[in-house]
């Protein structure tokens, strides 16, 4: 792992983590691009070629973080015609794009044809529809996936399950065949694969592989329909360890996924990796405000808050909280709790920790989904982010100045 003390002392590969918060302020976001690259070999490994690991750029977008990828030479899964801007910003491939999302526009869709990206994740027969429209205007091909909803329960939080049939998310099973003959049939749509996601932090394989197994009994019925098919997109969801999880072993989940496939034959696999990737290569740093004793219990008040790192707040998702600099002080059952003027503003309840003003805190693996879901409510500047490359750290991200988050804004006079 990246992140360890030495002397009692947090380091980000071999820059200490209080002189980062020193130098670039709190709170703050600190990345190891070595924790990226070996995140991304253990994909890239056991995945030969032709098959395909396209990186969801949604849990973190960040131009630095998109670049390393793309020099690893990362395909990316887009959600919004922004973040294929932000591909192509960075460096990344649109030919290897994929385009996932439910209610994509007509301008993006033009956007992502001009670009040339691989292919479009439909999720329902009327965007198919419109993805034709747009590629007749445009006389070009639309190539296209269809993204089918497994209905297999990944036994994740509900906010992050999207297989089951009341997800909003892609194609009922039972409607695909009907929907991949209407593709057929549909001058400017290049029908190429199928693909699902079925939610997100899943930690044993057994949902993947049965959603698999779905979606290969899929792809039988369509070749025998004349319909070929050439690629499966399992999408992304891996899990990580937040907490003491046991995350499912990668290697083996993609050796058996080549396995299943290789029974049908002629399939390319595609994957759509984003915690994975960078989850456990982020800390967010922040300094402690106050302690406060309260009646009941004490709270740590820190000075980033549910604007900055979203996921407690939204998920009542786990992040391990630790000292910055370890102390030998008897640790206090605390509340982490932000500034930000909402109960729901905490970082992490009920912990044990020893901290008082002025010290630091790294929330742990906020690498995935932390800068990327943070805003500026309270009219908050968002947090730095830097980049730590062996003893060098480079800031990738500028703190946002507040006067930053009014530009664009107009007084409108008041009649008098
Ligand atoms: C969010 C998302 C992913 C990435 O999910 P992770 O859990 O971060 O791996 C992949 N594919 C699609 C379609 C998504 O919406």
């Known amino acids: 792992m990246s992140f360890n003390y030495h002397d009692g002392v947090l380091y980000a590969e071999q820059c200490s983590v209080a002189e980062l918060a020193a130098q670039y302020g709190t709170p703050l976001y600190v990345y190891s691009q070595q924790q990226i690259m070996n995140n991304w070999q253990q994909f890239a490994?056991?995945?030969?070629?032709?098959?395909?690991?396209?990186?969801?750029?949604?849990?973190?977008?960040?131009?630095?973080?998109?670049?390393?990828?793309?020099?690893?030479?990362?395909?990316?899964?887009?959600?919004?015609?922004?973040?294929?801007?932000?591909?192509?910003?960075?460096?990344?491939?649109?030919?290897?794009?994929?385009?996932?999302?439910?209610?994509?526009?007509?301008?993006?869709m033009a956007e992502a044809l001009a670009h040339g990206i691989y292919c479009f994740n439909?999720?329902?027969?009327?965007?198919?529809?419109?993805?034709?429209?747009?590629?007749?205007?445009?006389?070009?091909?639309?190539?296209?996936?269809?993204?089918?909803?497994?209905?297999?329960?990944?036994?994740?939080?509900?906010?992050?399950?999207?297989?089951?049939?009341?997800?909003?998310?892609?194609?009922?099973?039972?409607?695909?065949?009907?929907?991949?003959?209407?593709?057929?049939?549909?001058?400017?749509?290049?029908?190429?694969?199928?693909?699902?996601?079925?939610?997100?932090?899943?930690?044993?394989?057994?949902?993947?592989?049965?959603?698999?197994?779905?979606?290969?009994?899929?792809?039988?019925?369509?070749?025998?329909?004349?319909?070929?098919?050439?690629?499966?997109?399992?999408?992304?969801?891996?899990?990580?360890?937040?907490?003491?999880?046991?995350?499912?072993?990668?290697?083996?989940?993609?050796?058996?996924?080549q396995r299943r496939a290789e029974a049908l034959g002629g399939l390319t696999l595609m994957l759509e990796p984003g915690r994975s990737i960078v989850g456990n290569a982020g800390l967010l740093v922040t300094q402690v405000a106050y302690h406060k004793a309260g009646e009941d219990k004490d709270f740590l008040l820190v000075d980033a808050g549910m604007n900055d790192l979203m996921r407690p707040a939204l998920y009542q998702a786990y992040h391990e909280i630790i000292p910055v600099q370890q102390s030998a002080a008897s640790p206090l059952l605390v509340d982490v709790v932000g500034p930000v003027c909402e109960t729901g503003d905490f970082l992490g309840l009920a912990r044990h920790l020893s901290a008082s003003a002025g010290d630091l805190l790294a929330v742990m693996n906020a690498g995935a989904y932390g800068f990327t879901m943070s805003s500026n409510y309270n009219t908050r500047p968002r947090a730095a982010e830097v980049m730590v490359i062996g003893d060098q750290a480079h800031l990738i991200r500028e703190r946002e100045t507040v006067s930053d988050l009014w530009k664009g804004e107009r007084i409108v006079e008041v009649p008098r």
């Not at 690991?53 to 973190?60: G, I, P, Q, R």
Request: glycine letters at 8%; one cysteine or more; charged letters at 20%.
């Open 45 to 108: 490994t056991v995945w030969p070629a032709p098959h395909r690991l396209c990186y969801a750029v949604k849990a973190n977008s960040n131009l630095a973080v998109l670049h390393l990828l793309a020099q690893l030479g990362a395909g990316f899964d887009i959600v919004s015609g922004g973040e294929l801007a932000r591909v192509i910003a960075a460096g990344g491939r649109a030919d290897r794009v994929v385009f996932s999302g439910v209610a994509k526009s007509r301008a993006e």
């Open 122 to 257: 439909v999720e329902s027969a009327a965007e198919l529809e419109q993805l034709n429209e747009v590629a007749r205007a445009h006389q070009v091909m639309a190539p296209v996936s269809l993204r089918v909803n497994p209905d297999v329960d990944a036994q994740t939080h509900p906010y992050i399950s999207t297989g089951l049939k009341t997800n909003k998310f892609g194609i009922a099973m039972s409607q695909a065949r009907d929907i991949a003959r209407r593709a057929q049939e549909l001058p400017n749509i290049q029908l190429q694969g199928v693909d699902c996601h079925i939610g997100s932090q899943i930690l044993t394989a057994a949902p993947f592989l049965d959603a698999a197994d779905r979606m290969l009994a899929l792809i039988a019925d369509l070749r025998q329909d004349g319909i070929a098919i050439q690629h499966l997109n399992m999408g992304g969801g891996i899990g990580i360890s937040y907490q003491h999880e046991q995350p499912l072993d990668v290697s083996a989940y993609l050796l058996e996924l």
